[in-house]
């Protein structure tokens, strides 16, 4: 006789979804891990395209966080704007399931001043990802030299 019994079959369609069963949670996690990354990367773009503008044009740029598109707030925004005085260069949704966050020093403001090289003392400050669990992710700090630095395990408290 030739072929599989019925039981056989429901034996071997039973360990397969046990299987499937215990790989679908490390699977969540790394889709999860994936768009924190992303987001990271989205913004190290728009902070090296605003020392690039402020290089280029000789002129200073804003680096603000919007939840609008339209303009700047300091919490729970999904959309990175760049701006030169009034006019708005560019905006970028973030993607992901998180929340940017802003904190710009010596004086708190909800935007970060990125200037050209040559003239430097651009603003410092942290920006740090949220996710939906209101868990800080990462962090990236810029110095006053305008270049930003990735900190993955941020030891800072941080609030989200």
Not at 9 to 29: D, E, G, K, T
Not at 66 to 72: A, L, T, V, Y
Not at 106 to 127: A, K, M, Q
Not at 132 to 153: A, C, F, L, M
């Amino acid at each position: 006789m030739k072929g599989f019994s019925l039981i056989e079959m429901m034996i071997a369609l039973s360990i397969a979804a046990i299987i499937c069963f215990m790989a679908v949670p490390s699977f969540l996690h790394h889709a999860s891990e994936t768009t924190d990354t992303v987001a990271q990367s989205q913004l190290l773009s728009q902070l090296h395209q605003a020392q690039e503008i402020a290089n280029n044009k000789m002129t200073v740029v804003t680096v603000c966080l919007s939840s609008d598109g339209i303009k700047c707030a300091s919490d729970n925004a999904t959309m990175i704007l760049l701006s030169v005085g009034e006019e708005l260069i560019t905006s970028m949704y973030v993607k992901g399931k998180g929340t940017l966050h802003l904190r710009s020093y010596p004086v708190y403001r909800n935007y970060l001043l990125v200037r050209p090289t040559i003239v430097g003392n651009s603003d410092n400050g942290t920006f740090w990802y949220c996710s939906k669990d209101n868990i800080v992710q990462w962090t990236v700090t810029v110095s006053q030299s305008g270049e930003p630095r990735v900190i993955s395990k941020p030891t800072e408290r941080l609030e989200c």
